[in-house]
């Protein structure tokens, strides 16, 4: 049972990627109060590794005027599974393809604010696909030997957080853990 109760909702906004809710509802104890949701589709990424690097974009990032070094992800098209987005995603933006894959972990990244679902995965890529990027799209393909990657993320200097949970989740597996 909720602990609060949905008393109604409105969509208050709307761009082409979120949908802005703001629902007025009842706590558990009694208060009423409203509550905004800014609601995002799911997205996968996937750490890709090939050798003995890992495969990374330089992705600029417009709101703080970076450049922010990231796995491959992106938004999941409708009636594409979780596996099939960051497979996709990882051809379009770095031009690899998966040779295998399997699931780090799955969490909802901003759960004060939305029921988004982040999907990401861990494989083995090889060079051969094509790169399709969105237009607006300022990014960069690098590969970074496993062992300095864990040393650029004690050193802070991977600050976006879907890599870092997923270079935390990988640490452990036999074929990343041997390069440290």
């Not at 208050?12 to 109060?33: A, L, N």
């Not at 996709?88 to 295998?100: H, K, M, N, Q």
């Not at 300022?138 to 590969?143: A, E, H």
Request: glycine share 6%; proline share 6%.
């Amino acid at each position: 049972m909720p602990r609060w109760k949905k008393k109604s909702s409105k969509e208050v906004g709307r761009s082409s990627i979120f949908t802005m809710v703001e629902d007025h509802v009842i706590m558990k104890d009694g208060t009423e109060r409203k509550y905004t949701i800014v609601e995002f589709p799911d997205f996968a990424g996937i750490l890709p590794i090939h050798e003995d690097k890992f495969v990374f974009i330089k992705n600029y990032r417009y709101p703080i005027d970076e450049f922010v070094l990231e796995l491959p992800a992106g938004l999941i098209d409708e009636g594409e599974t979780p596996s099939e987005a960051a497979e996709r995603e990882l051809e379009e933006e770095t031009g690899f393809l998966v040779d295998d894959m399997e699931e780090l972990c799955e969490y909802h990244p901003m759960a004060s604010l939305n029921t988004q679902r982040a999907h990401l995965f861990v494989g083995h890529v090889k060079p051969g696909g094509a790169k399709s990027r969105d237009d607006g799209e300022d990014m960069v393909t690098c590969l970074i030997e496993i062992q300095k990657v864990y040393n650029m993320l004690l050193r802070r200097e991977i600050e976006h957080p879907h890599t870092m949970i997923a270079l935390f989740y990988a640490k452990n597996l036999p074929y990343v853990a041997k390069h440290l």
